[in-house]
Each structure stands twice: as structure tokens, then as C-alpha cells.
T-cell receptor, first 113, second 116 residues
């Protein structure tokens, strides 16, 4: 299985942008890049996903490198509610095991008021 | 939409007792997942159902664990007998996954299980 590498922790000041990196040098051509986050004492929640092009939604933006070996989750304006563990996950488009989310250790984001 | 509902939210039991965790997926979803989260091992997939049929139970730790999905709106995860090492937070998730496609999973709030 393709693996992802994320920093263990990051800090951000409130109302400033946050760039959360993820390396996935062994990504395959059919792997989507998914991001989930887990707020304290809650279940994980979906944030965003993409394949090749950059993606935007109401929660965040996902910037994907041209060679797809890395990606960056961008929170445009961090709030205290964004303090969570962020997981970068590779997931196949189809076939056996494509349903599976394999969670690593993620990046713990702290937001400073 | 109420989201994925899990009960109980907290369970404290003694070693050797039977424990049953319950999950109601989001209406209309056809896939259900049970995960376990511990500090040591992180989040692990235990079992995956599609259209009420268990598709992948390779993550179930041992025979003491069993899961059922008698209908599209209910699933149980049972541990019998329970052991202290089963203490963890158990999450249920559901999604609408047509075969061969990957879609977002919606997680419940979890059940925190403590086995004394």
C-alpha cells in the first residue's frame, strides 16, 4: 500500500492561513488523495479529496503537486475550531480495498488565540 | 439528518462480560464500517459491510469479536468475553459507495469502552 508522511504537529495563529503538508512518493496513478480531520473527542470527518487538479470546498483547499508525490491542505483562515488531527490518506479509485481508509498518525494542529 | 448514531456513548464493564455496541447508519447509505481507535495502534478498520453483507472482516482481532448487520439501518459489534486490552474508542461509519467507487465516509461520535 502507498504510504503517506506527515509532520507530527504544527502550530498556527488564529485567523492566519495554515499549510499542512503530506508526502506520498509511492502514489499510484489511480490513488485519490483524501484528507480527514478528527476534532478532540469526536469521530473523524471528511475534509476534501482530489486526484490531480487543485480542489476547493467550503472547508479547505487541496493543492496537489504536478508529479503527485506531495500535496498540501490549506486552511485559509484558521479558527480555534480547526484544532484537530489531520490525516492524509491515499485511496484507490476502484477495485479490491478501495473502500478502505488507512489512517496514519496524522498531524496535530494547534491553533493559538 | 441525524448523522451516524452510536450507542452507548460510554461503556464500562468488567473482564469476561459481554459487550454489545450499536450503530445506526445514515439513511440511504449502503456501506457500514466499524473502526477501533487506541493510542498505541491509532484508527484501525475492523469490518466492512456492503448492502448488509460482510465484505472484509480481516481486521477483526479474534473470535471474541463478532459483527452483524441484520438490516440496512442497524449494526452491532459484540465482544464476548471482553478483556482489558479491548478498551478503546469504537467508531461506526457509513457511506454511499457504489461498487468500485470511493466516497467519503461519515463517522459516528464513537463508543468509549473501558474493560476493567
Amino acid at each position: 500500500d502507498a504510504k503517506t508522511t506527515q509532520p507530527n504537529s504544527m502550530e498556527s495563529n488564529e485567523e492566519e492561513p495554515v499549510h499542512l503538508p503530506c508526502n506520498h512518493s509511492t502514489i499510484s496513478g489511480t490513488d485519490y488523495i483524501h484528507w480527514y480531520r478528527q476534532l478532540p473527542s469526536q469521530g473523524p470527518e471528511y475534509v476534501i479529496h482530489g486526484l490531480t487538479s487543485n480542489v476547493n470546498n467550503r472547508m479547505a483547499s487541496l493543492a496537489i503537486a504536478e508529479d503527485r508525490k506531495s500535496s498540501t491542505l490549506i486552511l485559509h483562515r484558521a479558527t480555534l475550531r480547526d484544532a484537530a488531527v489531520y490525516y492524509c490518506i491515499l485511496r484507490g479509485d476502484s477495485g479490491a480495498g478501495s473502500y478502505q481508509l488507512t489512517f496514519g498518525k496524522g498531524t496535530k494542529l494547534s491553533v493559538i488565540p | 439528518d441525524a448523522g451516524v448514531i452510536q450507542s452507548p456513548r460510554h461503556e464500562v464493564t468488567e473482564m469476561g462480560q459481554e459487550v454489545t455496541l450499536r450503530c445506526k447508519p445514515i439513511s440511504g447509505h449502503n456501506s457500514l464500517f466499524w473502526y477501533r481507535q487506541t493510542m498505541m495502534r491509532g484508527l484501525e478498520l475492523l469490518i466492512y459491510f456492503n448492502n448488509n453483507v460482510p465484505i472484509d472482516d480481516s481486521g477483526m482481532p479474534e473470535d471474541r469479536f463478532s459483527a452483524k448487520m441484520p438490516n440496512a439501518s442497524f449494526s452491532t459489534l459484540k465482544i464476548q468475553p471482553s478483556e482489558p486490552r479491548d478498551s478503546a474508542v469504537y467508531f461506526c461509519a457509513s457511506s454511499l459507495e457504489p461498487p468500485g467507487r470511493a466516497w467519503e465516509q461519515f463517522f459516528g461520535p464513537g463508543t468509549r469502552l473501558t474493560v476493567l
